[in-house]
Every structure is written in C-alpha cells, then in structure tokens.
C-alpha cells in the first residue's frame, strides 16, 4: 500500500470517528483515496418527505459527506466552499445508494470534485460538483 493510501486510510478512519451526521444517516465509507471516495446508503422510512421519495437535501448530504472525505484524504483540512446539486429522479424506500467522488481539479488552496448518486440498478440519482478550499499548513491529522 502506498504512503498517500495509508494517509487516506487514517484521515478516513479519524473523520469518521466523530462524524456524527454521516453515522445517524446510515452512510458508510465503502472506499477512500486520495481525491477519492466512495459512500453507500440505503434510503429508509424515516428519510422519506411528503410524495414517498427520499427529501432531497438528504441525497445532498450523502454527496457531501464523500465529497468531505475525498478532499481531506490529503490530511489537510479542507472545507467546502461551495456546491451545486441536480436532483435526476427520486431516491426510493429501500434504494441503495452509491456515491462516488472525483477530484477534477487542484490547484493550490482550490480544488473541485465531482460525485455521481446512483441507486442498485445503476440509475443516476443526483449529479454533485463541490469546491473545496484547503487550509495549507493545518494537518486533518495530528503527527
């Protein structure tokens, strides 16, 4: 396993410890390198807004939540500075949920990734693109 992949590993693994938000949704870290992620969750009863779908703000989370771990996986903290979401089709009862983030970009402090929602049969769910800015000089991880 390479240097940077372990780092991913820790900062996944620290991150995770305390995020409390992620856990109380269901999410799970499936895999993590470095600009990368990948984040699971299942839709359930308690996720579901007024039509019977899941609320979309929900769908977001799960995209932000891999967003947040690919860009940190560099051990620097890094925070959103913003992002966009496209809502494709509903999150249903039962979905299983796939997020994949992409680092498409990163240039000093700034970085943009992309992540794709997709349910089991591999429908597009929700289309995600985050900018991050990282705080240079301040390690997610204490050495």
């Known amino acids: 396993m390479s240097e940077p992949q372990r780092i991913a590993e820790r900062v996944r693994d620290h991150l995770w410890s305390t995020d409390r938000a992620s856990q109380g949704m269901g999410m799970r870290v499936a895999a993590i390198g470095p600009g990368t992620c990948t984040m699971t969750m299942t839709v359930r009863e308690d996720m579901l807004n007024g039509y019977g779908t899941c609320q979309g703000g929900l769908l977001a989370a799960l995209a932000d939540s891999c967003f ?24 249903k009862l039962g979905d299983q949920l796939v997020a994949i983030a992409v680092e498409v970009s990163k240039t000093g402090r700034l970085g943009v990734y992309d992540v794709d929602v997709r349910n089991q049969r591999d429908e597009r769910v929700l289309a995600f693109r985050g900018r991050s800015y990282t705080m240079k000089g301040k390690p997610v991880l204490a050495e």
């Open 68 to 91: 947040a771990f690919a860009c940190n996986a560099y051990n620097e903290i890094t925070v959103a500075a913003g992002f966009d979401v496209q809502i494709i089709a509903p999150g």
